[in-house]
């Protein structure tokens, strides 16, 4: 064995002190309790465990199933890149008043619950939304003309809305770090617009696009409440059945069944798209936002970033808009048939009711308090999420070839495409013996919302740091720098980004999630999903008025939150 | 290894709770090392109590509540379940008559027998061997928007039987049986009035008769009642929602918008349940606790907190919550044998006729 080999070997070996942290961290939180879980239920089964296999593999009802949530999350997938991608060039190339701000704001449909979205966009277009109003009034119609609620439409609607984020931030984010004298080169060399674009821009993009799509498409293939609430009884996705199996049948192998189904399909994916990615990222020339991003200039620019500012606006703030509104508005309900009742009266009671504990319940939570308990969760799983993300991407990025880098890259996206109804009975089941007693502990929480929020940062962090050129590190080092300094000039300023992109991603995936706070919620901390649902399962003007207000200060905290990382501003890339 | 990491991990977390400066959090921990006696309580979503009643039994028996919250009815029950050998909490409040089977044959109960079962009336007592003790009942009935009713001349309907006549077509929203806890007791409503052989024919009606089926209360009640944002009149909804349009009006009004119809046979009586987790090493609190919930301190409580009834005999309802409120004679009445035998069947054959 020569000397260089040796080398190598000890570079292998030490990729395993980086992935130390983040395998711990997996295999407590997610395959011990998924484990126990699968073992469980299929220990319930009287029939072993290949019958309930056989039986959903051959049931009807269960290929149907599986090939609408293939299907809608396909069309979901391409509908919400249609409008991504156009918006990340706006974002990654151009500069813009307002840009900041509306970045932020396409980032808030994230953390909106589902009955929220689903309130939002009744108010828009539900049987007595504005549009459905306004058509009733121009063509004097009796009825209102548009279904949305329980329609494809609906379902595929709230995808785009809620998952367009994410190609907005990762593309975006990429395309403003391409140094645009790759294509001018090309165009110097003679290729015209089109082919530089399809044989420069494009392949340089792919890895980011495909990570993006990846996600969007894992969430709209495990999409829950947007299918339950707004898609209606006629659609089910895999994961609503794992649901209805769960908890109305309490059929635990069926579902064990259909979530190892749901899973594999994930990791399928995820390593087709691992085998694609490491063949299409490659080491780039980053350049800074000064000289990648210009003003929207000319009339073909022009006319393009007011379509698309427009169109965001339209998507992804009037919903928003049309909830804050209505959360100061007082409904009078003699004049309801008409446009104008939806705007009968300035109000802020439901702001003023929310401070109240007017049934002086041991379980009310003023605002401050469910806000301070929502950005404490946020923070900790902002916390957990990079530090445990970011060995793990460094290792990919770093030993991108080594045998461990391929066999775990794949596996760190499950929890996306893992059923949360199982993972979180995997929990009640697995961490209920000391030192992992875990199941009534807040701590529960913040990591729940970490295995969520790890693949995003691992996702987001990845692409970057391989695109950083070796040449770079290398000569720092030559040039007499610690390691310590070479990250800290030249990997830290690269990835600064990256890393406030995964930041954001975490801090809205924790401040939105319902599910894993419901699962060990102690009611007498609640974040502020929480205390909206508690509104919204009741009735009465009162109780839903204060949802709506509560659902505004949700949003107003997201967009503060995101603008408060966006100026963290970790390092800007340096001009080399 | 995988301890250091945990280990790290914890203090992490510790430290960054210390740092938000989360005063309330950091006084929990402290005051449970503190105080030796604690009753762990698992309810499912809907569960509230008053400050003040629950100080009362804090007091008077020296020990501090502490409530877990385990999501509806059903998952809370899966989760008791799955808990097996180390239940979750002492005592476990929230499952009701449509979910009792399951709770029972998933033995999560220890049997206590309460010296105050003497104070509630024998119907509510379903569990024989008493692991399972009645607390209260609510029952799901139509509820229908006054104003729509009087603006159009329409009489309000009498009977189940009545929403498959025309004249009450695009009028009624239902929510599914399948996710819905009102959606599947007013199936077992209609399952008790037709029959097990004839529910599915006045469903089949019901369809011709333009039903709208959604999978939540939520979307039922403030998306397309005509109260609300919708254009349907009639809603499945709760006896006791429309006290809640008065006492949670925007503006305070002098009556309800809506009316619950409370004729015979027309609605299902949920009746919710305590018990004792088996496994517990609580018992004697755990017992306390229960006594506790089947008391007129708590039972009085109760109508005002969470808007059911109380079952104990000797409790007396406030009167602004009695005020409004319709509580039907005579509701629907369906075993509990058949429930547990054939739930899942019912569900699944309704799915079919009117779902797919």
């Known amino acids: ?576 | 290894m995988f301890k250091k990491g945990i280990l790290i991990l914890t203090l992490v977390g510790i430290g960054l709770m210390g740092c938000t400066n989360n005063q309330n959090i950091n006084n929990e921990i402290i005051e449970e090392d503190a105080e030796p006696a604690t009753l762990t309580v698992m309810t499912h979503d809907s569960f509230a109590i008053s400050e003040e009643v629950l100080a009362e039994f804090e007091n008077e028996n020296n020990v501090q509540v502490q409530f877990l919250r385990a999501g509806d009815t059903g998952t809370a029950v899966n989760k008791a379940a799955l808990a097996g050998d180390s239940p979750l909490a002492d005592v476990f409040y929230g499952v009701d008559n449509t979910f009792l089977s399951r709770a029972l044959e998933e033995n999560i109960f220890e049997s206590y027998q309460s010296p105050l079962l003497g104070e509630i009336p024998d119907q509510y007592k379903l569990d024989e061997q008493f692991r399972a003790l009645p607390v209260d009942f609510g029952d799901v009935c139509l509820n229908y928007d006054i104003e729509y009713f009087a603006q159009n001349k329409l009489a309000i309907p009498k009977k189940l039987k009545d929403l498959q006549i025309p004249k009450y077509k695009s009028l009624l929203v239902v929510q599914n049986p399948a996710t819905s806890s009102p959606g599947l007791a007013f199936l077992f409503a209609t399952i008790g009035e037709f029959g097990p052989d004839g529910y599915l024919k006045f469903w089949e009606k019901l369809v011709k008769n333009d039903v709208l089926v959604v999978n939540d209360w939520e979307t039922a009640y403030y998306s397309e009642f005509s109260r609300w944002g919708g254009t349907r009149p009639i809603v499945v909804s709760y006896g006791s929602s429309p006290p809640f349009e008065v006492i949670f009006a925007e503006e305070e009004m002098s009556d309800p918008p809506t009316a619950a119809i409370v004729a015979d046979s027309t609605c299902f009586r949920q009746i919710e349940f305590v018990g004792i987790l088996r496994g517990t090493e609580n018992r004697e609190m755990a017992e306390k606790w229960v006594d506790f919930m089947l008391s007129t301190t708590f039972q009085e409580d109760l109508p005002l907190q969470m808007y059911v009834f109380p079952v104990n005999e000797n409790a007396v309802m406030d009167e602004a919550f009695v005020e409004f409120l319709a509580v039907p004679d005579e509701p629907v009445y369906l075993a509990p044998e058949d429930i547990a035998e054939h739930r899942e069947e019912w569900i699944e054959a309704w799915t079919d006729v009117v779902i797919r």
């Open chain 1, 1 to 576: 064995m020569n000397m260089g080999n040796g080398k190598e070997k000890k570079q292998t070996n030490r990729q395993w002190l980086f992935w130390l942290l983040p395998l711990s961290f997996f295999v407590i939180f997610y395959f011990y309790p998924l484990g126990n879980i699968f073992a469980l239920s299929f220990s319930r089964s009287e029939t072993g465990v290949l019958v309930p296999f056989l039986d959903a593999i051959q049931s009807n009802s269960v290929q149907n199933v599986l090939s609408f949530t293939v299907w809608q999350a396909l069309l979901s997938t391409l509908l919400t890149l249609a409008i991504g991608l156009p918006g990340a060039y706006l974002f990654g190339r151009f500069k813009f008043r307002g840009k900041n701000l509306l970045r932020a704001l396409t980032g808030v449909p994230f953390v909106m619950p589902t009955l929220v979205v689903a309130a939002a966009f009744n108010a828009l277009l539900g049987p007595r939304g504005w549009l459905n109003l306004g058509l009733m009034d121009i063509f004097d119609l009796s009825e209102p003309p548009i279904r949305f609620i329980n329609t494809l439409g609906a379902i595929l609607l709230a995808h785009v809305f809620y998952n367009t984020t994410i190609v907005l931030r990762m593309v975006g984010d990429f395309w403003g770090r391409l140094d645009p004298k790759l294509t001018q080169a090309a165009q110097t060399l003679g290729a015209n617009r089109w082919q530089s674009w399809w044989g420069v821009t494009v392949p340089l993009l792919l890895p980011a696009i495909t990570a993006a799509a990846l996600l969007v498409f894992i969430f709209d293939f495990t999409s829950f409440g947007v299918v339950l609430v707004l898609g209606g009884p006629k659609f089910s996705t895999l994961e609503v059945e794992i649901f209805y199996q769960t908890i109305s049948l309490f059929n635990l192998p069926m579902a064990a069944v259909l979530s190892l189904i749901q899973l594999f399909t994930t990791l399928g994916l995820t390593i087709i798209y691992t085998r694609l990615s490491n063949k299409l990222s490659r080491p780039l020339k980053q350049r800074g936002r000064k000289i990648t991003q210009s003003k929207l200039l000319g009339w073909r620019q022009k006319t393009f970033g007011a379509t698309m500012i427009g169109l965001m606006v339209l998507l992804f703030v009037t919903p928003l808009l049309a909830l804050g509104v209505r959360s100061f508005t007082r409904l009078d309900p003699d004049k309801r048939q008409t446009v104008e009742s939806v705007q009968s009266g300035f109000t802020t009671d439901f702001y003023e009711e929310l401070s109240v504990n007017s049934r002086d319940s041991y379980f009310y939570a003023p605002p401050t308090s469910a806000i301070q308990t929502s950005l404490l969760y946020a923070s900790a799983t902002v916390f957990f999420a990079l530090v445990l993300g970011f060995p793990a991407a460094w290792a990919l990025a770093r030993y991108k070839k080594s045998l461990a880098s391929r066999l775990l890259d794949p596996i760190l996206m499950l929890p996306l495409g893992t059923s949360a109804v199982t993972l979180g009975l995997g929990f009640i089941v697995a961490l209920d013996s000391p030192p992992l007693d875990l199941r009534t502990s807040p701590l529960l929480i913040p990591l729940a919302h970490t295995l969520v929020a790890f693949p995003f940062v691992v996702r987001s962090l990845t692409p970057a740091l391989r695109s950083i050129q070796p040449v770079l590190r290398k000569a720092a080092a030559s040039l007499g720098a610690s390691p310590s300094k070479v990250f800290k000039e030249i990997d830290l300023p690269l990835i600064g980004r990256a890393l406030i992109v995964s930041a954001t991603f975490a801090l809205t995936i924790s401040l939105g999630e319902f599910g894993a706070t419901a699962l060990v919620a102690r009611p007498e901390f609640p974040t502020i999903p929480v205390v909206i649902y508690r509104f919204l399962s009741q009735p009465g003007g009162l109780n839903y008025g204060q949802a709506l207000a509560l659902s505004t200060i949700l949003m107003v905290v997201t967009t503060l939150g995101m603008l408060a990382i966006e100026r963290l501003r970790i390092a800007e890339v340096n001009e080399f």
